[in-house]
């Protein structure tokens, strides 16, 4: 009695749990609505669109902003806000998507638009939409947020590390800004000759924080050593060879004293990292779109004039080639009600003075010719992160390939880069793994 | 004789004082240095192990920036939905949980052994595993967006930890006392209200506040959960404020999560109480 | 009679336990890309794990190493401090409240950042160990020993364990100790013949307790050492996380979830097995 009565009970739910699958699986594969796109922007009619993004309290105001002033310039829209903090979001986006209730326009992550579908476009095509004017962006930009064909997003401006430097440390001790690494360790001998190893005053010539920081850092260095960039097609350009010269030279830099070592660090991996604030480092490597919080916070913001952007350094003093990458994007849902609407809001956000003036830098230089025209008019674009982009325009640049920051591939470099600055591997084996750990994982990704 | 039994008596008990008290601080320390660093500009807090700030440094402007969390409500607002899905989580779990774990370790049964095993086997699991599965389910459902969504599971005594809890420290009480309640004539319910209930209510209390307390700090599920802006809860709302693309001002983080903490302090302080009366019944074996 | 009062129960745990657990298993048999088509693989993602996967085994290893530290300490240190605070002390509810604070901070930003200080190099921590003549140790640096930082941070939040203890301990009639008293127990004695076996039930739930919590840690590993140096701290519930949202690797992440039960559940079942033999219930 006791076994039927369980035995039933378990049919019952295995029915419901099947059921339930099976209903929750009806999405993916063509673009929503075979041709419906919904209501035609600016015809009056009743629409709710959601909108969603993550930030900090001055870019969800700004953002609201901007949605109401849509509503305002478009009779019948309405718009109702999704936001939050960015710890969980992706999680929170995921789980949306994953149950087919993912707002009708996302501010989407670089990596997000490759990594979440795996290679195909789990979003709506831009293409298809005629209210965004994609005309207004560059096409190699554009590219970036190009999946199977389709235009997965629109990226709002793209953004590479440039390195902030403290000019006043280098002229305390009477040096220029090196160009080269080889000045570099000379700079250090200067610079760091009272470091110890735990010592808690050590000065360094420049500071790689975070984890993300040394990767982008290393991966920089292999372009300029070879001239050719991470991967093409889903094939890693480098050698062993290249890659362990590489790691050496980088390892060389802290064994030299100019950069901490991995002990030395500090855990503070943001702005608030004492050795830059108290102005115990030369240079750091960061965002240009978001240098401002790093002036802000070096000795309390109020010595911004000692700061500078400095030229690359590079082995031999020539000029490299950049990366660059969107710093954000926006999208439009698969399964919005509305796309087009969705779309002209996305085309109002970026070309609208009123909208882009009430956005402010909350979302950092655009990209977009229009935007950026109204951003520069309105004399938003201003200071070090001014200058931190003007210097990466002089340089040549090149867009990161869409799976550089894939989780899965940007994981196994982190892993390598880890253990080779811990000790636990020297740079032979490094650079195998470093090489074969991402190869596995492009694999995956490219068949 | 009496008088060496009373001096060592002192000095045991000035011992025992001093040793809590030292303790105490090194626990409490944290908490200290928490409030003490929401007077102090960032720099003065990395690497600072001083309660207090800087003279002349002292940033009295994080409490108020904290009060007014964000530009359209108040700390408290948050605070309030954060209530408005605990305090029924809370009171279901406590009914509902008590009532299972009475069945269960009170009451012979087919399966018996089955369902305590299910409800071990269910602690286990971690949440991650459940996450997904049930946010299809209560889409479907129409439970997006919504507080019960974050309290309804409560209703069906969802809380593996409260029950096994509650059952263990009921298996503390020896069965004398319900035959003694069965023979006056009481059913079911009444054994478990007026005879049970009484002798473990510092353990029913324990189950309220640990509900309570963990249901605060609870971020995963409000963020799935709960999409509208002026429905997210204080957990969520306080972690908008490390977000890394504007500047972290970290004292206003630690002012906030002080104003947070008070009520949870005050409602733990209060609670305690309670646990003086429960040693006066302890289950009339005298 | 017993199955109505039961049954708010049993639909709890056929909608909200069961269900989930069977599609749960059931994407553990799936090659899942959280937003892609699925794809029926049989065990072939359980064989990766236990074959394949380092990171698993790195995993797998500081996992364990922080349960059968810290449980141990977490159980001893919150009994021994419930029964200090189980005298009828002065001031013993601010006593109470104060021991209880680090739970309620819990994974606190100004914790984690104040954890990461008392562990550097020139920290507290290590000066206190000069004081004895010890090296300073690279805590959060050092993959050796970067989870006692996560450990002893753990054994400072005992707060629920102890509270659980404390209930337990009032509910001891006072009447045994004064009969143990007056046949000349000294208090030790009557800790270890009359207090302990008493509680034992509780001794054992707050064991499996702290056991199945320290499983699934995951805000302090998240928020402290991220997971390293090395993955030395990449607890399995922060590497099924990342699989399931960072990776994308659903099915992945089910089959993870799926090999932590079974390690939990053994384990858990070794300390249920062995509590016949030091468990004693009155009822």
């Known amino acids: 009695m006791k076994k039927r009565v369980i035995a039933k009970i378990l049919a019952c739910t295995l029915t419901l749990a099947a059921v339930l699958t099976a209903c929750g699986k009806s999405d993916s594969g063509s673009n929503g609505g075979s041709g419906s796109t919904g209501a035609e922007p600016g015809s009056g009619e009743e629409v709710t669109l959601t909108f969603s993004w993550w930030g900090s309290e001055e870019r969800h105001e700004a953002m609201e902003q901007v949605a109401k002033l849509y509503e305002e310039a478009n009779e019948g829209v309405t718009i109702k806000v999704e936001y939050g903090a960015w710890d969980g979001w992706q999680q929170k986006v995921l789980t949306q998507m994953k149950g087919q209730t993912e707002p009708d326009i996302m501010q989407v992550n670089y990596n997000w638009v490759h990594s979440f579908g795996k290679g195909s476009n789990v979003f709506y095509d831009l293409n298809e939409l005629s209210s965004l004017d994609l005309s207004n962006w560059d096409a190699d930009y554009l590219k970036a947020m190009e999946v199977d064909g389709q235009q997965a997003a629109v990226p709002h401006g793209m953004t590479g590390r440039v390195q902030a430097y403290n000019a006043a440390l280098f002229e305390e001790y009477g040096l220029e800004f090196p160009t080269t690494y080889d000045e570099v360790k000379a700079a250090a001998e200067i610079i760091g000759a009272d470091n110890t190893p735990t010592g808690a005053d050590n000065k360094y010539v420049l500071m790689t924080i975070g984890k993300e920081c040394p990767d982008l850092y290393i991966a920089q260095m292999l372009y300029n050593h070879t001239g050719k960039p991470m991967q093409t097609d889903g094939k890693i350009n480098y050698t062993e060879a290249e890659v362990k010269e590489v790691l050496d030279l980088y390892m060389s830099l802290s064994e030299s004293g100019a950069m901490p070592t991995f002990q030395q660090e500090d855990p503070i991996d943001n702005e608030s990292n004492p050795v830059w604030t108290s102005g115990r480092t030369g240079a750091i490597y960061e965002w240009a779109g978001t240098l401002n919080k790093y002036t802000a916070a070096y000795k309390g913001g109020d010595a911004v004039d000692e700061l500078a952007i400095a030229p690359y350094i590079t082995e031999d003093g020539s000029a490299p080639n950049v990366y660059v990458k969107p710093n954000l994007g926006y999208a439009v849902s698969k399964n919005s009600k509305n796309p087009e609407v969705a779309a002209d809001f996305i085309n109002f956000m970026f070309t609208d003075e009123e909208a882009v003036k009430a956005l402010g830098t909350n979302l950092g230089i655009s990209s977009n010719k229009v935007t950026n025209e109204i951003q520069v008019k309105e004399g938003m674009i201003e200071g070090k992160v001014k200058e931190a982009y003007e210097v990466l325009d002089s340089y040549e640049q090149t867009v990161i390939d869409p799976y550089f920051e894939d989780e899965n591939v940007r994981g196994q470099r982190y892993i390598v880069i880890e253990a080779l600055r811990t000790g636990s591997v020297d740079s032979t084996e490094a650079a195998a793994e470093y090489i074969s750990k991402q190869q596995e994982e492009l694999d995956k990704l490219y068949d | 004789m009496e008088n060496q039994e009373y001096q060592k008596f002192s000095l045991n008990a000035v011992i025992r004082y001093v040793l809590l008290i030292a303790v105490g601080i090194i626990l409490i320390y944290p908490l200290l240095w928490m409030i003490g660093s929401s007077f102090k500009e960032n720099m003065d807090i990395f690497g600072n192990f001083s309660i207090f700030p800087p003279s002349g440094r002292v940033m009295t402007s994080n409490f108020s920036s904290a009060w007014n969390l964000t530009s359209k409500h108040s700390i408290w607002f948050y605070f309030g939905n954060t209530l408005k899905f605990l305090i029924p989580k809370t009171f279901f779990t406590v009914i509902s949980c008590t009532l299972t774990a009475y069945v269960i370790a009170r009451k012979k049964f087919r399966g018996q052994k089955f369902v305590f095993t299910a409800v071990i086997v269910t602690l286990l699991m971690p949440e991650l595993a459940f996450r997904i599965p049930l946010y299809t389910l209560f889409t479907k459902a129409g439970l997006v967006n919504t507080y019960a969504s974050l309290f309804i599971q409560d209703i069906f005594a969802s809380s593996s930890f409260f029950i096994f809890m509650i059952i263990q420290f009921m298996r503390t009480i020896p069965k004398q006392l319900d035959e003694a309640a069965v023979i006056d004539g009481c059913n079911d319910l009444q054994i478990l209200t007026k005879i049970i209930v009484p002798v473990i209510k510092p353990i029913i209390i324990t189950v309220g506040l640990l509900c309570f307390m963990w249901g605060m700090n609870d971020f995963q599920g409000p963020l799935i959960y709960l999409t509208e802006p002026d429905k997210i809860t204080l957990s969520m709302a306080l972690k908008q404020l490390l977000d890394g693309d504007a500047q972290i001002v970290y004292g206003k983080i630690f002012a906030a999560s002080c104003l947070a903490l008070m009520p949870m302090i005050a409602l733990f302080f209060a609670g305690s109480r309670y646990f003086v009366d429960g040693v006066a019944n302890t289950g009339g074996k005298e | 009679m017993p199955y109505i009062m039961l049954a708010p129960w049993i639909i709890g745990f056929l909608i909200f336990k069961l269900y989930p657990i069977i599609v749960s298993f059931y994407y553990s048999m799936l090659e899942y890309p959280i937003l892609g088509e699925p794809e029926f693989v049989g065990l072939q993602n359980y064989a990766e794990i236990l074959t394949k996967d380092q990171t698993f085994m790195k995993s797998l290893v500081a996992t364990l190493k922080y349960v059968l530290i810290g449980t141990p300490a977490v159980v001893i240190v919150a009994f021994f401090v419930a029964f200090i605070l189980n005298f009828k002390l002065k001031g013993v509810n601010f006593f109470r409240t104060a021991y209880y604070i680090p739970s309620i901070l819990g994974g606190n930003v100004a914790v984690s950042i104040l954890w990461t200080m008392l562990f550097s190099v020139n920290g507290p921590i290590n000066i206190v160990l000069g004081v ?109 996380y990342d699989s399931a949202f960072k990776e994308g690797n659903y099915g992945y992440a089910s089959a993870l979830t799926w090999i932590l039960l079974l390690i939990i559940g053994i384990l858990t079942l070794i300390l249920f097995k062995s509590s016949d033999k030091w468990v004693y219930y009155n009822d």
């Not at chain 3, 707060?159 to 009639?173: E, K, R, Y």
Request: net charge positive; no cysteine; hydrophobic share 50%.
């Open chain 3, 132 to 240: 004895f003549g010890i090296e300073p140790v690279y805590w959060t640096t050092d993959p050796r020993f970067a989870v006692f930082t996560l450990i002893i941070l753990k054994t400072w939040q005992f707060g629920s364990t102890m509270l659980i203890f404390l209930s337990a301990l009032q509910g001891v009639s006072k009447s045994l100790y004064e009969a143990a008293s007056l046949d000349g127990a000294t208090k030790i004695r009557q800790l270890f013949s009359v207090t302990l076996p008493l509680v034992t039930p509780v001794v054992l739930f707050n064991a499996v307790n702290v056991l199945v919590k320290a499983f699934q840690e995951f805000n302090s590993a998240y928020l402290i050492t991220k997971g390293g140096p090395n993955k030395t701290t990449y607890f399995l519930n922060l590497y099924i």
